[in-house]
């Protein structure tokens, strides 16, 4: 026995009526079921004797998996998952007419996203699955030409509702429509919908129902209204229903009967472009009016497939109040019947409702594979700017101006042309979308000419002016160009694989800009074809641009996959419209890189961008995809270090050049850093000055440099006592071993015990030392000795015959005075000594010259800190080796001098092919923003979890620590004030944030105690990566390759875990699925692409399969349907497991066919 299966969005049409007729004649050889779209009307129809369930239903998923046939009357949005592979779908149609249909409707309809929808989800089903009933030769030829239908797919025959319903106890409305029989003249108005106004047409047909109800009433008749389905929602025939609910003559048809059943008690047809004309000919009824008020904005909406009057029948009537006057007069029965039949029935005269039955179970469904379409979003998907932002070109523009001196540009668009640019370029978006009925046409998208157009009109600018800002804009665009190799490595990959590729961009640049833009970035992009809003008009945003992409192509596609960064645009959109999206996150800045172009002026804004994307692109080339990690040491390097340095150094030698300096040289330990940096610049800038490296230290130098005096600066905070945490560090400190410090200064001895020797105990050791003479004394005779190898190795690697300089971070400028002592011994006469800072407090004195980068009032000796990660100690002194003088190494073990000594150097090369127009400005841009960044956010987590724990000791003598280690609560409490608290951590907010709540919680316990206002320092929050990527599978295999998923869990059409881009369906647990790609999201997560969309990659939801012989649960999504491929030789229980979940799978698909 045969399973037929039938259903349309109600108990009505073709299907219901040869549901009918086959359960009457034909219940021996088929069993036929009705399937309801609701449960309520599943009930229905069983009270009426008919076997009946809803789609939903666990009883219609396994009819579906049965079926030979399935009944419709049109091309559904989808198919049941359960739908067998093998059954015919039997589209009835639901009229004939001389309307376009379907695809011949075209992109501008109201039905245009339905369509799409359809076809992109369904095409292959349509082409393999589907027979199609025509009822004549003219409507065969239609239907092919506006459904892309094959002759093959067509069976010749009549309507079974057009002759069904005539034959005895055929009706289902149980007598409730036997009132009709009670009026002379019956009269059904059935007109459809109108393309341009689905919803605000009925008012404008039936301007006054009273009037129509008078007419009735006159003559005794009923004047019937049954809209179209689409038009059932328009507010005024709402009200209308309501308003006339009562009225005896006019009847607004209740949807839950069937109008056909009682097609033999309406004596005229109401009618306009509805194919319910022919269907109520074909019926037997004879008189018609022909109410068209609107036929020419009808026809010139939707061209019709033949001449209207010589294909209908009936009086005609073009107004209101021509209707209201017809319904006076005696209707003649129309003449061109004949004609009328044979043109839309023909196939009705021979052909039974019992070939139509015999054509559908002999037919055979076809296995044809069609390719897929893949659409590529182009920018920030196939190219992206070397400034990252779109705003990067407008501030690059903004910089050219100023050198445009033809007409030059108001002083007000010289400093503000990148706001003004954004600004006009919204505005005349709004414009657009607010004018269509000024301008004529439904299209929004604007262009370049337009934007710079409403920008000339509000400057007034002249067109030599706009010129030079549409060509600038352009060619910037082109210049910025930078390839993303990955995703254009895919188009091609899919290209080669059989399938069509097409770039679609939302873009107001002109076409041929964009083309030499993607040439720019790979020349085989210059033969993919290309849809552009700028030229179509229609915008992604909107859906019309993909509606006329596929209406403007021989669509015949097994899928159509779209990629794009716009969530709305590249993902909502086309999903509603029935495409497969893979939604990747869009580049963009984390707070450290995004400061410098939120604070950069328009002299500097174009550069911030691009150094703002060098850090960006430093970031992501740090995550180890087969490790799994994150390298936040060498991104601090790069993107912190890298610009505090950078630009200090690129201006000092810059302006050391200037001023004639031939060699700059550079003291450890401070300078090891500072040197390597000099080196990368000199070089890749080609600048003609020559760098060399100096060992020294305090340690080395100070002592040495007292000749005729112990310098009184000694004994102060700043010199040779400066910070002593016991008292070895004290002894150390004096240059004197314990007992001959004791001998010379017994009192010391009162300070063995005391548990730190700073604040107020400190000062009075330095008045101790300095009131010695003995000390003093003393520690001139030990300066003796040490200068001479000191003076040997200066006099060895100075040429005190040409012009020199130093480059020193930062400092009082004491060490400076130091020198100038030593040079002046060692080369005998005066030696001018200038020193590069940063910053420093002294002024220039004697041959101490200070040449200063900023004036930020700022201590800069937190990044001393940074200096302290070189792999040696601070050189203690020298010693003669073969002839030679050669600093004394204590090697040290760092862990980070590697990181930063890469990242600098590369930081540096990269800073130096920026090629700025004014490096000394973006030089003391850079410096001072990086350096604001640090001092106003101690919170970072790059700069709390990196910076934080490197190790340093401000003294000359003393142990090292962690500038802001993590405290814990007992930390904290141990203190007895905040002062107290500094002695454990150099910046306690930045301990802080990344210490346990409880430690932030004592914190503020310490500052009620002391009574100062509570700080709230937030737990530290990571920006890139957002999780510790620890909890994810280590990606040691190139896609593709296979992973098992260990949980059920969902798929999603986007990298961002959305409510709105998550599957229907959830994927079984022991499915194994193939993973084409990986993608990221902004916040540094990774995602497995899938056929299905995107999984995660958590280690508890997912594992790297590597057996060959597992069984493959390949999801390929058809439709999208969901294939298994062959299983694997081996059968062993484990296989079989895995198979039963993959099939479970392809059953929970809803909008899939399981194979």
Not at 329 to 346: A, C, G, H, V
Not at 367 to 383: A, K, Q, S, V, Y
Not at 591 to 620: C, G, I, K
Request: glycine letters at 4%.
């Amino acid at each position: 026995m045969k399973l037929w299966l039938f259903g349309t969005y109600k108990w009505q049409g073709n299907p219901k009526a040869l549901l009918m007729y086959m359960q009457k004649h034909n219940a021996q050889t088929h069993e036929v079921w009705w399937i309801a779209d609701t449960k309520e009307e599943a009930q229905m129809v069983a009270r009426l004797g008919y076997k009946a369930t809803y789609a939903q239903s666990n009883k219609a998923e396994q009819l579906f998996k049965d079926a030979d046939v399935y009944v419709t009357e049109n091309f559904r949005e989808s198919y049941p998952a359960s739908l067998n592979e093998d059954a015919i779908i039997l589209n009835l149609w639901h009229g004939v007419g001389l309307k376009h249909i379907e695809l011949g409707l075209g992109p501008d309809s109201t039905l245009a996203e339905s369509i799409v929808r359809k076809y992109a989800r369904n095409y292959a089903l349509y082409r393999n699955n589907l027979k199609f009933l025509a009822t004549s030769p003219a409507m065969e030829s239609h239907f092919e030409a506006d459904m892309g239908l094959t002759e093959d797919q067509i069976i010749r025959g009549g309507y079974p509702r057009n002759s069904v319903y005539r034959e005895p106890g055929m009706r289902t409305d149980k007598g409730a429509l036997d009132f009709i029989d009670d009026f002379d003249e019956v009269y059904l108005f059935a007109p459809t919908y109108r393309f341009t106004n689905v919803n605000g047409s009925f008012k404008t047909l039936l301007p006054d129902l009273g009037a129509i109800s008078e007419k009735m009433a006159k003559h005794n008749s009923l004047f019937i209204l049954k809209l179209h389905p689409f038009m059932l929602a328009d507010p005024e025939y709402l009200q209308a229903a309501k308003q006339f609910a009562d009225d005896k003559n006019i009847y607004f048809w209740n949807d839950q009967y069937d109008v056909y059943e009682i097609f033999d008690k309406i004596t005229v047809g109401v009618v306009d472009y509805s194919s319910i004309f022919y269907d109520l000919l074909e019926s037997g009824v004879s008189k018609f009016i022909r109410y068209i008020p609107d036929y020419e904005q009808y026809v010139n909406d939707s061209e019709l497939i033949g001449d209207y009057f010589e294909l209908t029948g009936g009086d005609i009537v073009m107004s209101f109040e021509g209707l209201l006057q017809t319904f006076d007069t005696d209707i003649e029965p129309i003449q061109n019947k004949s004609y009328l039949m044979d043109y839309f029935f023909k196939y009705e005269q021979n052909h039974s409702i019992e070939e139509l039955i015999r054509a559908a179970d002999d037919a055979q469904p076809k296995h044809e594979h069609f390719p897929e379409l893949h659409t590529f979003d182009i920018f920030d998907t196939l190219i992206q700017r070397d400034a990252l932002s779109p705003d990067s070109i407008f501030a690059k523009v903004q910089s050219a101006m100023v050198h445009y001196t033809d007409e030059p540009f108001s002083s007000y668009l010289l400093e503000n042309y990148t706001k003004v640019r954004k600004q006009v370029e919204a505005d005349e978006r709004d414009v657009f979308r607010k004018t269509t009925y000024e301008r004529d046409t439904d299209k929004i998208e604007v262009t370049l000419q337009d934007i710079l157009g409403r920008l000339q009109a509000n400057f007034n600018l002249s067109d030599a002016q706009v010129q030079f800002l549409a060509e600038t804009e352009a060619q910037y665009e082109i210049d910025a160009v930078q390839p993303i190799q990955k995703r254009i490595d895919l188009l091609f990959k899919l290209k080669e694989a059989g399938n069509d590729v097409m770039l679609i961009s939302d873009m107001y640049l002109p076409e041929h800009v964009i083309r030499a833009m993607v040439t720019r970035a790979d020349s085989r992009l210059a033969d993919i074809p290309m849809y552009v809003s700028s030229s179509v008009g229609y915008q992604k945003s909107t859906g019309r641009l993909f509606s006329y992409i596929f209406f403007d192509i021989d669509y015949y596609y097994q899928k159509w996959v779209h990629y794009g960064d716009n969530k709305e645009a590249d993902g909502t959109v086309p999903r509603r419209l029935g495409i497969q999206t893979y939604n990747h996150d869009m580049a963009d800045f984390v707070p450290n890189e995004r400061y410098f172009v939120d604070t950069a002026d328009r002299s500097v804004a174009y550069d911030a961008y691009r150094l703002a994307t060098l850090f960006e692109r430093r970031r992501w080339e740090l995550i180890d995809q087969k490790q799994m990690q994150f390298d936040v040491p060498s991104y601090y390097a790069y993107s912190f270090v890298g610009p505090t340095f950078v630009p200090y150094v690129n201006w000092a030698l810059r302006d050391a050049i200037e001023r004639g300096y031939k060699t700059v040289y550079f003291i450890s330990r401070d300078g090891y850093y500072l040197k390597q940096i000099a080196d990368v610049l000199i070089e890749t800038e080609q600048l003609p000055i020559k760098a060399k490296f100096i060992y020294g230290s305090r340690k080395a130098w100070r002592v040495a440099s007292f000749i005729d005096e112990v310098d009184p600066a000694s004994f102060t905070p700043f010199g040779m006592f400066t910070v002593m945490d016991d008292f070895d560090d004290m002894v150390k400190s004096s240059q004197l071993p314990e007992e001959e410090l004791l001998q010379i200064l017994p009192e010391l001895e009162g300070y063995r015990n005391e548990p730190t020797l700073t604040g107020d105990i400190a000062v009075g050791i330095r008045e101790i030392f300095s009131q010695s003479e003995a000390y003093k004394n003393r520690l001139l005779e030990i300066a003796a000795e040490r200068r001479p190898i000191v003076t040997d190795y200066l006099k060895q690697e100075i040429n005190f015959d040409e012009k020199f300089a130093f480059i020193e971070f930062w400092g009082r400028g004491y060490t400076q005075d130091t020198l100038t002592r030593l040079l002046k011994d060692a080369a005998g006469k005066d030696v001018p000594n200038p020193f590069y800072y940063v910053r420093n407090f002294t002024e220039t004195t004697g041959e101490s010259i200070r040449h200063r980068f900023t004036q930020m009032p700022a201590n800069f000796s937190d990044f001393e800190s940074i200096f302290a990660t070189t792999p040696y100690e601070s050189i203690p002194g020298y010693k003669r080796v073969d002839g030679r003088v050669e600093p004394i190494f204590i090697p040290k073990e760092n862990d980070s001098h590697q990181a930063i000594s890469e990242n600098i150097e590369r930081f540096a090369k990269d800073y130096a092919e920026l090629n700025v127009d004014d490096p000394d400005r973006f030089d003391r841009f850079v410096g001072e923003s990086e350096f604001e960044y640090y001092f106003r956010h101690p919170f970072d987590p790059y700069i709390s979890s990196v910076f934080a724990q490197y190790k340093d000791n401000l003294a000359m003598y003393g142990k090292a620590r962690a500038f802001a280690p993590v405290l814990t609560r007992a930390d904290v409490t141990s203190c007895k004030s905040i002062e107290e608290l500094r002695t454990k951590t150099k910046n306690i907010g930045m301990s802080l944030c990344q210490s346990p709540q409880s430690a932030r919680d004592a914190f503020k316990e310490l500052q009620i105690k002391e009574g100062v206002p509570v700080t709230n320092i937030p737990a530290v929050t990571n920006v890139f990566p957002i999780n510790n990527l620890n909890q994810y599978i280590k990606l040691t295999q190139a896609a593709p390759f296979k992973v098992e998923l260990l949980k059920t869990q969902y798929a999603y059409a986007g990298v961002k875990w959305v409510e709105s881009a998550q599957s229907k369906f959830t994927l079984e647990k022991g499915s194994i699925l193939t993973v084409d790609g990986v993608d990221w999201n902004i916040g540094g997560v990774p995602r497995l692409r899938t056929s299905v969309g995107y999984i995660s990659a958590n280690k508890g939801l997912v594992r790297m399969v590597t057996d060959a012989n597992v069984a493959e649960n390949i999801v390929k999504n058809t439709q999208p349907s969901l294939d298994l491929e062959e299983l694997k030789t081996k059968a062993k229980k484990k296989v079989k497991n895995e198979l039963r979940s993959a099939l479970n799978l392809a059953k929970s698909l809803p909008f899939l066919d399981g194979k």
